[in-house]
């Protein structure tokens, strides 16, 4: 029977190129968890005006969403992830499409005025009445 001696050096080595692959693998899929991860999403619905109270913010293509409070800020109630896409609403507004990237957690959407036009009308003389053609 045979017994094969295998130096130090090269237990050593290959020892060293399990560890170094081991760690390759090991960062790789730290990375892909990294873009996976879910952050919760906070943020203050501004204008021109300034603030916004009572705009609604979902989540695009579902029913999940909040309605902001008097301060215009808000705390998304589902955990987002990246290149989800929030739809920012409000009366009067334009409505304003949020695309989540790398580790956001905090946005403040700048909604735009809706230019309103308003017509109005006023009476310059008197329209008779029934009872003044009665009195005729």
């Known amino acids: ?3 094969l001696c295998i130096p130090k050096q090269q237990n050593v080595l290959k ?11 090991a960062l790789c899929t730290t990375t892909v968890n990294a873009q ?5 999403v906070t943020g ?3 204008s021109t005006d300034g603030v916004v109270p009572s705009a609604t913010v979902l989540l695009k ?3 999940v969403g909040v309605v902001c ?4 800020k808000f705390t998304f109630p589902q955990k987002l992830k990246e290149n989800d896409v929030l739809v920012v609403t409000s009366l009067g507004y334009k ?7 790398g580790n956001t957690t905090y946005i ?3 909604l735009d005025d809706i230019p309103l036009i308003i017509i109005g009308s006023l009476r310059t003389k008197a329209t008779p009445t029934s009872s003044d053609i009665k009195k005729k």
């Open 95 to 101: 409505d304003r499409e949020i695309k989540i990237t």
């Open 1 to 3: 029977m045979k017994t």
């Open 44 to 46: 203050q619905v501004t």
């Open 61 to 63: 293509g579902t029913y």
């Open 108 to 110: 403040e959407p700048f």
């Open 36 to 40: 996976e991860t879910e952050r919760t």
């Open 15 to 25: 020892t060293g190129i399990a560890l170094g692959i081991f760690l390759i693998i």
């Open 69 to 72: 409070d008097d301060d215009g």
